[in-house]
């Protein structure tokens, strides 16, 4: 069955990075995008990216120069990294398989992973 | 930015009891519309793809309807696993955006 198993929860400081794991099981890695979401404490969701099957990415503009999404298939994990971190960047990350078409069109988010709490904070 | 509005807030209503979520967007999205539920504590789950495809489980009292910039999730007769947050979101352009979403509570 199709799973993602995201890397533990995360504090970190105002200014630092953090790096998100996502590891896919389950379906051909090569063939799905990946998405990324995150949720405020009490908020609605927010796309943050996307990396498709061929590495091609788009980010969230408010978030562009901060985030960056990579992923490596021999371990069929995908990353997301954020630097210069804020407090408002307090949330619950998930990684989520994309299908649908190329490019925006993959915005299916059919599996997700069980999201990482990352809380930033001095 | 297609901003996405979703109403009501919260609606309150007693299992055995029909809902009706709106979901209405700043833009049409054409049938590019999708439908989340998300439980405390959980990643959310996808319902309804496309407007009105049920995505692989989910039960057929879950219905979906509209297009453009209207559209309606329906659960035809609430279970108690039904109360939870619902969540719209498009994909017709960048950025993916969600709904502020609808909690549908115990009366």
């Known amino acids: 069955q199709v799973q993602f198993l995201q890397s533990g929860a995360e504090v970190k400081k105002p200014g630092a990075s953090v790096k998100v794991s996502c590891k896919a099981s389950g379906y051909t890695f090569s063939s799905y995008a990946i998405q990324w979401v995150r949720q405020a404490p009490g908020q609605s969701l927010e796309w943050m990216g996307w990396i498709s099957n061929n590495d091609n990415t788009k980010y969230l503009q408010k978030l562009q120069g901060r985030v960056t999404i990579t992923r490596d298939p021999s371990a069929t994990t995908v990353y997301m990294e954020l630097s210069s971190l804020r407090s408002e960047d307090t949330a619950v990350y998930y990684c989520?398989?994309?299908?649908?078409?190329?490019?925006?069109?993959?915005?299916?988010?059919?599996?997700w992973g069980q999201g990482t709490l990352v809380t930033v904070s001095s | 930015e297609i901003v996405l509005t979703q109403s009501p807030a919260t609606l309150s209503l007693s299992p055995g009891e029909r809902a009706t979520l709106s979901c209405r967007a700043s833009?049409?999205?054409?049938?590019?519309l999708a439908w989340y539920q998300q439980k405390p504590g959980q990643a959310p789950r996808l319902l309804i793809y496309d407007v009105s495809n049920r995505a692989t489980g989910i039960p057929a009292r879950f219905s979906g309807s509209g297009s453009g910039t209207d559209f309606t999730l329906t659960i035809s007769s609430l279970e108690p696993e039904d109360f939870a947050v619902y969540y719209c979101q498009h994909r017709s352009n960048w950025p993916l955006t969600f709904g502020g979403g609808t909690k549908v509570e115990i009366k």
């Open positions: 989520a398989r994309g299908w649908g078409g190329s490019d925006y069109f993959s915005g299916v988010l059919d599996y």
């Open positions: 833009q049409s999205v054409g049938t590019y």
